[in-house]
């Protein structure tokens, strides 16, 4: 990329919390403006930190966009799903559902920002870039639950011979759907497909060792 106001770093070491401070403050103009007014200048002054401690924590815009982006995982990074799976009295249902609802939140969060990206040509090639290094991508939430599903099949949850990585699929590509169309057309058109619930238990009848998961 050509050097801007992002590729021009700063020296010296900001202060505790400011990594944190400048990312919020970054969700903000990004929400409140897009992406066309995120500048180290405006970052820094809502975050209330110098352009430098922007550019020592993220070096230019697209690492600041990839760790944006990367905040929406949260939600995935809490499950605490080895320990969900072991339970006895939780059906396989209610863990997938637990998975889903976590995957919807982060496509919820990614999404705006994903469209935001892929608008601007220049951004959108080193985005692509750094997200093949940093091997990050769809495939990672794919491998995340079939992971968790063969943890499952281990515990007598799942049935054994699934193909947990074509399960997994199913699983992400249905929350997928359901953020991409409340982004594309509102909350309300969510409401024309089955519920993430309904969608769950038909997954977990499938993959369960006895009827009903």
């Not at 970052?43 to 924590?57: K, L, T």
């Not at 230019?60 to 499950?79: F, M, N, R, W």
């Not at 889903?100 to 496509?107: I, K, Q, R, S, V």
Request: glycine content about 8%; charged content about 25%; proline content about 6%.
């Amino acid at each position: 990329m050509p050097e801007t106001e992002f590729t021009k770093r700063g020296r010296g070491r900001p202060p505790k919390g400011a990594r944190e401070a400048i990312l919020s403050a970054a969700l903000e103009v990004i929400g409140e403006q897009g992406l066309a007014r995120l500048t180290t200048r405006e970052v820094a002054r809502r975050a209330g930190v110098s352009e430098a401690s922007v550019f020592y924590h993220y070096r230019d815009k697209v690492g600041l966009l990839q760790a944006v982006t990367l905040t929406a995982l949260e939600p995935l990074k809490s499950l605490d799903l080895e320990s969900a799976a072991s339970l006895p009295d939780r059906s396989l249902a209610e863990t997938l559902l637990q998975i889903a609802t976590a995957l919807e939140g982060f496509f919820d969060g990614a999404l705006p920002v994903l469209e935001m990206i892929q608008a601007d040509p220049a951004i959108r090639t080193e985005f692509a870039l750094r997200l093949s290094k940093g091997n990050y991508g769809p495939h990672r939430g794919v491998g995340f639950v079939s992971e968790h599903l063969s943890d499952m099949t281990d515990l007598g949850r799942v049935r054994p011979g699934v193909d947990t990585d074509a399960a997994a699929v199913l699983l992400v590509g249905s929350c997928f759907l359901r953020a991409w169309l409340r982004h594309l057309a509102g909350p309300e058109r969510v409401e024309t497909l089955p519920r993430l619930e309904d969608t769950t238990a038909a997954l977990a009848s499938l993959l369960s060792p006895t009827d009903g998961g």
